[in-house]
């Protein structure tokens, strides 16, 4: 099973001047946990903000009008191509703790973002968890 | 494979009348993405805040001085039994949009939360994905 397989949405982007209190509006207006961080090309990724990120900032006392290419992380995100398999996905979040991916193209565009959920949204994978349910179970 | 195998770590509480300020310090130096709710009972937990509640509060322009009660999901909350499977916990997870379940004991006391991530942190989950690889691994 590959990344670009169970890619459920575009990836929601944010300018790097945008604030914290700008991402964590678009976050909560998209249901995403991370956005993408842009600079004048909409499709080159320059870094990345969590809701961890955020969450993080609060706890330092920074001020939720920082621009978000200072709480975010910047160059070093991690990153799958989207023909790059769903175990190397799930192996990269564990490695690096971490709940999601930016994907990007063979050309090195971005294509989306996956998250560990959409790992759990995926038939094959929660079945592949039922094989321990049957032993003892009553449903 | 049962919830109570997987548990990694004793669950983070907070009392009721916190700050979501304080709520999300304490999830930055617990590294937790939900906190459990409680009031005079450690083990009795009364709700949930998440770090999206938080970044929702944040988009709602609720202050961060709000208690936790207020921004977080009180009763009717998400929880399994400890020796509940974990694919019933990915299920319910995916069933319910959420990425943490509270876990309680026989007696209903709390003793942790799962998280998405404690199953893709799981050797024998993360080997499940494996079998894509092996047609065209070149690793």
Known sequence: MLV??????PPVTIRADATVE???????KENVGLLVIVRDNPKRPVGVI????????ISRKI???????????ME??????????VYRAAY???????????????????????SVRDLIAEDKIIESLSADRRPSSKE
């Open 22 to 28: 700008e991402a964590a509006d678009l976050m909560a």
């Open 63 to 73: 001020p939720l009008t920082t621009t978000v290419d200072r709480v975010g992380t």
């Open 4 to 9: 670009k397989e169970i890619l459920r949405r």
């Open 92 to 114: 990269l979040m564990r490695k690096h703790h971490i709940r999601h991916l930016v994907v990007l193209n063979e050309g090195g565009d971005l294509v989306g973002v996956l």
């Open 76 to 85: 070093k995100f991690i990153w799958i191509r989207e023909d790059e398999t």
């Open 50 to 57: 969590s809701e961890r990120d955020i969450i993080r900032a």
